[in-house]
């Protein structure tokens, strides 16, 4: 049988009733993982990121010379602001720098990803970012 993976709302008594249901349709050994749902990062927040941080920031780049595509300079934020060293479990040493997706990201870290980059942009590069906050009431 193939894996179920599934998001419910189990505040709701009928998907509570229906889960209690297909456990007790199972039988054999099974892996079963119950889990709360992270809040993850927003359309709005990835809209906001892409059109006010990392396109101002290709558009300096290239002015200056540069030769870089919005791509590079997303891969080179995560990587400035999100990397972090991998640990291997069974010797504590350490295996090497991982930059996790943003789509891994919950809402609040996003938030917080997002912080670091306009104070980088601004106090870098002096580039200013508009509220995200109005941002946000726009693309809603």
């Known amino acids: ?5 599934t998001i419910m709302d189990l505040s709701n008594a009928q998907a509570k009733h229906r889960l209690i ?9 099974w892996d079963i993982r119950i889990q709360p749902r992270r ?3 927003t359309d709005a927040q990835i809209a906001f990121y892409w059109s006010s941080i990392v396109r101002p920031l290709a558009e300096h780049f290239r002015d200056q010379g540069e030769s870089c595509t919005e791509d590079e300079i997303h891969g080179r934020l ?4 999100l990397s972090r060293t991998s640990v291997d479990p069974a010797t504590g040493e350490a295996k090497g720098e991982e930059v996790p997706s943003l789509g891994h990201l919950t809402a609040a870290q996003m938030s917080a990803y997002l912080d670091r980059c306009i104070h980088f942009l601004a106090e870098s590069v002096g580039i200013i970012v508009a509220d995200p906050c109005g941002f946000a009431r726009r693309a809603a």
């Open 1 to 5: 049988m193939q894996p179920i993976e």
């Open 21 to 29: 249901a297909a456990i007790r349709m199972m039988t054999g050994i």
């Open 39 to 41: 809040g993850t990062r």
């Open 78 to 81: 995560k990587a400035k602001f």
